[in-house]
């Protein structure tokens, strides 16, 4: 749980895991904490949520661990404000001093896939780089019992500026009392790093052939490519099998091409 000084730094600003709901525009959660930031409501009590109480548990242990597979670790339980932003505040894990990144430490049951996970939390370690300046985000997750996975999550520049929008906006809203406006949600950065290879896969093989020998067919080269980047998962960085590949770039743009060797 948080200490009355963690509590005192924490006042008044818009926080890593207070953020989520403005990405993912759940008005229920707006409205709780636009109350909450009034002064009108008390903050949820969490002393009765069992996977919030273990998670405190294991953090301890989670962290030194971390240090000893990784390397040194400071600033655990820092609340941290923007250099520009008052109102943007983060209370750090630790931070990871070799890669100069905070450290989110995460208990989960174990029963969902990493990548889940990930893109859960990415509110949180996407707000967390954007305050402290840093370019990624060690995420540590015990999944049920077994030993931590670390993932290092990078920082998306154009998620981060419509953070700094809405929550400039929300708090423009608790300055003058004035409920928040509805919002579509944004979908969370895809961590686009995995390679995958295609060679067995029935669909993109028979795909591949036909858009390798229907490239001057445009109509039947279109479906086909149309199919095959509609089988390309969305966490990939690149797939590739039977003469050609797939490629995304940084702003999630998908490229078919002839493989040369």
């Known amino acids: 749980m948080l200490t009355a000084e963690q509590i005192a730094a924490r006042k008044g600003k818009l926080t890593a895991s207070r953020v989520a ?17 009034l002064g009108e409501e008390e903050p949820e009590d969490l002393s009765d949520v069992w996977p919030i109480r273990l998670g405190e548990a294991t953090e301890a242990v ?37 890669l ?32 402290t300046g840093a370019e990624q985000c060690a995420l540590s997750v015990i999944m ?14 154009e998620y981060g500026q419509e953070m700094i929008k809405r929550g400039a906006q929300f708090m423009d809203c608790v300055m003058k009392r004035r409920p928040p406006v509805a919002l579509d949600p944004v979908v969370a950065p895809i961590d686009a790093t995995k390679l995958y290879d295609f060679t067995s ?17 445009a109509a039947r080269c279109k479906e086909a490519e149309k199919i095959l980047k509609a089988i390309v998962p969305v966490d990939a960085k690149k797939c590739r099998g039977h003469g050609i590949q797939i490629t995304r770039d940084r702003a999630g743009r998908l490229s078919l091409r002839e493989m040369t060797s």
């Open 144 to 157: 049920g019992a077994n030993e931590p996975v670390v993932e290092f999550i990078e920082r998306d520049d």
């Open 62 to 98: 989670q962290l030194e661990w971390f240090a000893k597979k990784n390397g040194l670790i400071t600033r655990c339980g820092e609340v941290v404000v923007h250099p520009t932003l008052t109102w943007a505040a983060a209370t750090l894990d630790a931070w990871y001093e070799d």
């Open 21 to 37: 709901c403005l990405m993912t525009a759940d008005p229920v959660k707006i409205m709780q904490l636009y109350r909450e930031m």
């Open 100 to 131: 100069r990144c905070p450290v989110e430490c995460k208990h989960v049951g174990g029963r969902e896939p990493l990548e889940v996970i990930i893109d859960r939390y990415q509110p949180q370690m996407q707000w967390q780089m954007l305050v």
């Open 201 to 217: 896969n029935n669909a993109w093989a028979m795909s591949a052939a036909d858009w390798i020998e229907t490239k001057e067919d």
